[in-house]
């Protein structure tokens, strides 16, 4: 009888931390998700622009290993075609630049690209290395890193296909420049996160900005953010960013290069003030930045309580 009873505390007790332990963020990925669903929250997610390029080839998986380590929180990949229906790991279209081979990637199959060697951004060949796989960075991400699709919308049925499979399609924040009712029809149902990229400067993107306003302010439904561009750093800028804080979306900026955030990029902040210059951009109401120089930005960010 004391087994038994001691048999039914034990299975309670297992219950109960179960239940405990599903409502909870119960990996990296997890709590990443949660932060970006989370309006007050005040955690900054930083973003890996294709990995850490800087020391392997970019897209790869050593450089998504590499800002896992580091302890950032989304990766950015791009995504091509092969011939053969594979979707591989690739910014250009052209295999020409990041590998040994040449040629269109669209016209190649698989195996014949996975018979070229990658190359660093400093034009190094790594022997032994090979185009990566979504598949593959998928299996390396899930659960550990959240995953940003980059010029991978037109082939979302495919990308959906293996984010299912892997049971990680929550996992993946895929963006692009579609209207509001083309990425509802297309991604109807589905748990993967979608973000508009906002060039707030040209006609196109206030054009799509103002379709996302539109819909806000008849339905009250948002996105989970914003992707916000700009040149120069002016007053129609504040304005689409303090709308956007508004709406209770969160706001992405890209630190990557001047021309994308008014000049205050991360080789700015490595070169000079890091204070001035991320400081600015945190002023602008940003929770998630991009960043090519991730260990930098997380440095500075915990230094701020804002990690």
Known sequence: MLKRILWILAAACTLLSCG????????????????????????VVV??????????????????ESVIRMGADIVEIDLKLTKDSVLVLSHDYTCNRMTTGKGDISTMTYDSLATFNLKTAHNVTIPGTRITTFR??????????????????????????????????????????????VVAQEMEG??????????IQKPKGKELFGQYE?????????????????????????ECCRKVVAQQSKLWVN????????????????????????GKILDLGTSII????PELLIGWLKKQGRR
């Open 47 to 64: 973003v890996c622009h294709r990995g850490d390029w800087r020391n392997y080839p970019e897209n790869s998986l050593g450089a998504i």
């Open 136 to 181: 593959e960075a998928l299996e390396v991400c899930k659960d550990r890193i959240v995953i940003n699709v980059d010029q991978g919308f037109k082939y979302y049925d495919l990308v959906v296909k293996l984010t299912d499979s892997l049971d990680m399609t929550d996992q993946v924040l895929i963006k692009g420049k579609k209207a509001r009712e």
């Open 255 to 278: 630190t990557l290069w001047a021309s994308l955030c008014g000049g205050y990029d991360d080789d700015a902040a490595f070169e000079g003030n890091p204070d001035e210059i991320y």
């Open 290 to 293: 991009q960043t090519d120089r």
């Open 214 to 238: 539109d819909w806000y302010a008849q339905t009250g439904e948002k996105p989970l953010a914003y992707e916000v561009c700009f040149s120069s750093l002016d007053e129609e800028v504040e």
């Open 20 to 43: 405990k332990k599903s409502s909870e963020p119960t990996s990296k990925a997890d709590q990443v998700i949660a932060a970006l669903n989370d309006p007050a929250s005040k955690y």
């Open 190 to 199: 589905s748990r993967m996160m979608y973000m508009p990229i906002i060039d």
